[in-house]
């Protein structure tokens, strides 16, 4: 069961559209696959054995340590994304670990020896990550970028667009959100305080631009946020 539900996993995802059907069934066996819960850590940066890992269900939070031991939430990562070592070499400067955000996540993995490996024996694979992880790192510099030139209602705003973007369910104009966040989480990932971020919420909710909860999130009319 295990085996056929990965070969569709990765048969699912565009990265290894590349591959054909009797070298998913090969990369199969070299794939781990699991499920955790809630509040789970399943990655930590200084791993002794690196690797690769594809979230097909859920949500997940990377958080990055500095030496003090302060935690900021690094990325969100969704359905279809990859994290861990995604620069294909282990970097024990980097401190941070994936913790998940949903009741349940489902995940496939591998070393990261394996996916050099399979890699240097594909080379449609290796290109076709090279663009995904090339997009993913553009779009946190572009997070960064925003961190530093941008107010924190500005930055709240743009960052409910894109997760409506992502994970909304459309309405006409009106969308929904399931709420995997706590108000900290939100405030870390904008890079600011949780009272601010709480106050931006609140007044969004007063003037009618958001209704919030702990188990969804409803903007009325995404044009006007």
Same mark, same amino acid.
């Given at each position: 069961?295990?085996?056929? *539900?990965?070969?569709?996993?990765? =048969?699912?995802h565009?990265?290894?559209r590349?591959?054909?059907f ?12 699991k499920?955790?819960?809630?509040g789970?850590?399943?990655y ?16 997940i ?12 939430i690094?990325?969100?990562v969704q359905k279809?994304?990859l ?33 050099e490996?399979?890699? *240097?024996r594909n080379?449609?694979l290796?290109?076709?990550?090279? !663009?995904?992880?090339? *997009?993913?790192?553009k =779009? *946190?510099?572009?997070?960064y ?9 500005? =930055?709240?705003?743009a ?5 409506a973007?992502?994970e909304?369910?459309f309405?006409?104009? !009106? ?13 870390q990932i ?7 971020a ?25 044009s006007?946020?």
């Amino acid at each position: 069961m295990y085996e056929e *539900l990965k070969y569709w996993y990765l =048969r699912d995802h565009k990265l290894f559209r590349v591959l054909s059907f009797a070298q998913i069934k090969q990369l199969c066996i070299i794939v781990g696959f699991k499920k955790a819960n809630k509040g789970e850590i399943i990655y930590f940066s200084n791993s002794e054995t690196p690797r690769i890992f594809l979230l097909k269900r859920g949500a997940i939070k990377i958080v990055s340590l500095d030496e003090d031991g302060n935690e900021t939430i690094k990325d969100i990562v969704q359905k279809g994304d990859l994290f861990g070592e995604l620069t294909l070499e282990s970097d024990s400067v980097v401190n941070e670990y994936a913790k998940v955000l949903t009741d349940e996540v489902s995940i496939c993995s591998f070393l990261l020896s394996d996916f050099e490996d399979l890699m *240097l024996r594909n080379p449609n694979l290796a290109l076709g990550y090279t !663009k995904f992880v090339g *997009l993913k790192m553009k =779009r *946190l510099k572009n997070n960064y970028s925003n961190l530093v030139s941008k107010d924190a209602r500005t =930055r709240l705003i743009a960052f409910l667009k894109d997760w409506a973007e992502k994970e909304g369910v459309f309405e006409n104009q !009106k969308v929904t959100l399931g709420n995997y966040l706590t108000q900290n989480d939100i405030a870390q990932i904008i890079c600011t305080s949780r009272q601010t971020a709480t106050t931006l919420l609140n007044e969004m909710v007063e003037s009618g631009l958001l209704e919030y909860n702990r188990k969804e999130i409803i903007i009325p009319d995404i044009s006007v946020l």
